[in-house]
């Protein structure tokens, strides 16, 4: 039998599942509140892949995956975001103050559920078609039917590896047909396998084989309200800096793997003072001493705006007159899109 009659037969077997040459088709990403996050990613998480959100203890995983939900909300409005709390620490009203529809999102809070049995469900909420992004948080929190049915004394070999394994398996083609992102938000543990020591993540390495996307986060320097950085020591901080390490991504390049975002405990993540950090990168505003200038990008002459020069003595002045005035900042934030993309 020729190639062409081998490839109808298996078409009509399979479903067509073989195609003669190859059409690129661009996935459409959930943006990143944090302009930084975005120019690491090249525009966001891409729709129907799994992510990986790993990182110490009060890194900012678990904002910015409800950072994600929120943007995707106002995406798409006729699908539902889904959040697995599976540590039970869900917090209404942190996830409100940094955006997301609460009463919209579905939060599934298992009690006594195996990881087999959580991964059952999620796996039958997304099969729907109706979920623009589901959140797993944590897979380190879950525990196996094997290690249920040992004693605190046993010893459990293997974690959930094996239970993770089939279930990402089994959700890369259910999250491209449904174009549902899947972000599992991990944990770092130490690497016990290693002689030398070092930090991992549980769950094996399928898990992180079959992500498209993994991003590990930890806490950097504190910050005051001006956002200026403060001692470790400091009593009462208003924020930190967020360091953000992409680790892989098989959806851009991976020429900006490591990138900060500005979080504030008032009122989460700082886009305005990202947009500058990024504004400052890639010339849309000249820094010299003290004194930021908003320009043109392209013949580095200074702006106006109503007859005044956008010129200004401190990061703290320039991140108020932005938050002031709206239309000055959709504009300083397009003209940055235009060069990061």
Same mark, same amino acid.
């Given at each position: 039998?020729?190639?062409?009659?081998?490839?109808?037969?298996?078409?009509?077997?399979?479903? *067509?599942?073989?195609?003669? $040459?190859? &059409?690129?088709?661009?996935?459409?990403?959930?943006?990143?509140?944090?302009?930084?996050?975005?120019?690491? +990613?090249?525009?966001?998480?891409?729709?129907? %892949?799994?992510?990986?959100?790993? /990182?110490?203890? $009060?890194?900012?995983?678990?904002?910015?995956?409800? #950072?994600?939900?929120k943007?995707?909300?106002?995406?798409?409005?006729?699908?539902?975001?889904?959040?697995? #709390?599976?540590? @039970? =620490?869900? #917090?209404?009203?942190?996830?409100?103050?940094? $955006? &997301?529809?609460?009463?919209?999102?579905?939060?599934? =809070?298992?009690?006594?559920?195996?990881?087999?049995?959580?991964?059952?469900? +999620?796996?039958?909420?997304?099969e =729907?078609?109706?979920?623009?992004?589901? &959140?797993?948080?944590?897979?380190?929190?879950?525990?196996?039917?094997?290690?249920?049915?040992? +004693?605190i004394?046993?010893?459990?070999?293997?974690?959930?590896?094996?239970?993770?394994?089939?279930?990402?398996?089994?959700?890369?083609?259910?999250?491209?047909?449904?174009?549902?992102?899947?972000?599992?938000?991990?944990q770092?543990?130490?690497?016990?396998?290693?002689?030398?020591g /070092?930090? +991992? =993540?549980?769950?094996?390495?399928?898990?992180?084989?079959?992500?498209?996307? %993994?991003?590990?986060?930890?806490?950097? #320097?504190?910050?005051?309200?001006?956002?200026?950085?403060?001692?470790?020591?400091?009593?009462?901080?208003?924020?930190?800096?967020?360091?953000?390490?992409?680790?892989?991504? *098989?959806?851009?390049?991976?020429?900006?793997?490591?990138?900060?975002?500005?979080?504030?405990?008032?009122?989460g993540?700082?886009? &305005?003072?990202?947009?500058?950090?990024?504004?400052? *990168?890639? $010339?849309?505003?000249?820094?010299s001493?003290?004194?930021?200038t908003?320009?043109?990008?392209?013949?580095?002459?200074? !702006?106006?705006?109503? /007859?005044?020069?956008?010129?200004?003595?401190? %990061?703290?002045? !320039?991140?108020?007159?932005?938050?002031?005035?709206?239309?000055?900042?959709?504009?300083?934030?397009?003209?940055?899109?235009? @060069?990061?993309?």
């Open positions: 039998m020729s190639l062409e009659g081998v490839i109808a037969e298996l078409n009509k077997k399979y479903k *067509k599942i073989i195609n003669e $040459g190859v &059409v690129y088709e661009p996935a459409e990403r959930i943006p990143f509140s944090s302009p930084n996050l975005n120019y690491m +990613t090249y525009g966001g998480l891409p729709q129907g %892949r799994i992510v990986e959100f790993a /990182g110490e203890e $009060g890194g900012g995983k678990t904002t910015t995956a409800l #950072d994600v939900i943007n995707a909300q106002n995406m798409f409005p006729d699908k539902k975001a889904v959040y697995v #709390d599976v540590e @039970r =620490t869900f #917090d209404p009203e942190w996830a409100e103050r940094l $955006g &997301v529809d609460v009463d919209s999102l579905v939060l599934v =809070t298992p009690e006594e559920q195996t990881a087999e049995q959580i991964f059952e469900i +999620t796996k039958q909420i997304v =729907t078609g109706e979920v623009s992004v589901c &959140v797993l948080d944590s897979l380190g929190a879950m525990v196996s039917a094997q290690a249920y049915a040992k +004693t004394e046993d010893k459990t070999y293997g974690g959930i590896s094996m239970a993770l394994t089939l279930f990402s398996k089994e959700m890369i083609p259910i999250c491209a047909r449904t174009k549902c992102v899947l972000i599992g938000i991990n770092m543990r130490e690497d016990m396998n290693s002689p030398y /070092g930090l +991992t =993540t549980p769950g094996g390495k399928a898990w992180r084989h079959n992500c498209s996307v %993994r991003m590990q986060f930890s806490k950097s #320097d504190y910050i005051d309200e001006k956002g200026v950085v403060v001692s470790r020591n400091v009593e009462n901080p208003a924020g930190h800096f967020v360091k953000v390490l992409l680790v892989k991504s *098989k959806v851009c390049q991976l020429d900006r793997k490591i990138g900060y975002f500005t979080l504030r405990y008032l009122d993540i700082d886009y &305005v003072y990202d947009t500058i950090e990024l504004a400052i *990168k890639v $010339g849309c505003i000249h820094a001493g003290a004194w930021y908003i320009v043109d990008p392209d013949t580095g002459e200074m !702006l106006t705006y109503e /007859g005044k020069d956008l010129k200004f003595q401190g %990061r703290a002045k !320039l991140r108020d007159f932005l938050q002031s005035y709206n239309d000055c900042y959709d504009a300083l934030n397009q003209r940055v899109l235009a @060069r990061i993309v």
